[in-house]
């Protein structure tokens, strides 16, 4: 791969990429973003810009990485929605849903679909309750910090 990438260390690449796997696998990593990703005149592989996000779930094992968490770069919906141990996916309608499988949901779920076709609108966001949580123990005041000004629930 360094090679195809044109490194003129390859070597030295291919010891940097190995390590971003590393990082990549210890860290419960959902992205891990290397853009650009360049060599100095030396031949140095350098890192110019990275991006990285981290799976929710393993906030327990990753203690250190999540006590770093900056919730102001976090969209407020998703801050509510999280403090309120909701799986919240914000989007740019104006229905909102409230399910236990986001992948159904959110792909081809047939009521889904049937609410877009019938009020000719899009969604504007999914909740998803924790496992095994019954919809029934969603209160409206939960709700109502993630879903507001929508049209449809």
Not at 63 to 79: G, L, P, T
């Amino acid at each position: 791969m360094a090679h195809k990438l044109g490194f003129t260390h390859p070597d030295e690449a291919v010891v940097y990429i190995e390590r971003l796997y590393k990082l990549f696998d210890s860290s419960d990593c959902t992205l891990l973003e290397i853009n650009p990703i360049s060599q100095d005149i030396n031949g140095k592989v350098v890192c110019m810009d990275c991006k990285m996000n981290f799976d929710d779930n393993a906030a327990f094992r990753q203690k250190e990485i999540f006590a770093q968490r900056d919730w102001s770069q976090e969209d407020e919906r998703d801050v509510k929605a999280s403090k309120a141990g909701l799986n919240y996916i914000g989007l740019d309608g104006n229905i909102g849903c409230l399910d236990h499988q986001r992948g159904l949901s959110m792909s081809n779920d047939w009521r889904s679909t049937r609410v877009r076709r019938e009020w000719c609108d899009e969604p504007d966001n999914f909740e998803v309750t924790p496992h095994g949580q019954h919809l029934t123990w969603i209160t409206p005041s939960t709700c109502q910090g993630t879903m507001a000004a929508l049209n449809t629930v």
